[in-house]
């Protein structure tokens, strides 16, 4: 009797309780996850609840444009597309630049994403880098690892070339691109941005990423 008991109990699914009880755990990690970044992304587009009146100095696109319409993926073919999402641990925001032949202004804005990267402080590793060029000259290319090691290197995936969002036009105009942890390009910066402008719309957003 004591083994067909024990069997049965075995067979038994979780209550109607308990399976209530898992989901609102399930609900709540979630929440504490993500749901500042959530607000983040809210009070950022609408200004919602910004008593300091913040306006970002970067282009902000409307609407966004998902990271996976540019095409874009590693030196060894992972989609860039697999970086974000809310099922990810801790994902990045990301600065890519963009451009097709990396000349003096593309160089430019190497030089400045690296600069507001480190200037970041504590917060540098929430930010990644990387760069989608069509072509670089042969003395930045001797450079590239003692200047920009820690630039990643992104190319168009196999067959595809990059459906750039509406405004940008990288073969005309080198551009830095602003993507964030949900893999949304949401704002995008040029030469007529300083330093200054990048890193005050990137604290902005750090801050505000980390309610709760």
Request: aromatic share 6%; glycine share 8%.
């Amino acid at each position: 009797m004591a083994n067909r008991i024990s069997d049965q109990e075995q067979n038994e699914g979780p209550t109607p309780e308990q399976a209530r009880r898992g989901r609102r755990t399930a609900f709540l990690l979630f929440a504490l996850g993500f749901g500042p970044m959530i607000v983040a992304t809210i009070m950022f587009y609408t200004g919602w609840l910004n008593p300091a009146g913040h306006t970002n100095n970067g282009v902000l696109l409307q609407p966004v444009a998902p990271v996976s319409t540019l095409s874009l993926e590693t030196a060894s073919g992972t989609p860039l597309t697999e970086r974000f999402g809310p099922d990810k641990t801790d994902p990045d925001w990301l600065m890519i630049v963009a451009a097709g032949q990396c000349g003096s202004q593309c160089e430019e804005l190497l030089y400045l994403a690296r600069q507001v990267n480190i200037a970041l402080g504590k917060n540098a590793n929430r930010v990644s880098r990387a760069a989608a060029l069509g072509s670089v000259p042969s003395d930045l290319q001797s450079r590239w690892s003692s200047e920009y090691s820690s630039m990643e290197r992104l190319v168009p995936a196999a067959g595809a070339q990059p459906n750039w969002p509406s405004g940008i036009n990288p073969q005309a105009e080198p551009r830095i691109l602003l993507v964030d942890p949900f893999g949304n390009v949401m704002m995008h910066y040029g030469s007529e941005h300083t330093g200054k402008d990048m890193l005050e719309d990137l604290k902005h957003l750090l801050k505000l990423s980390q309610i709760g």
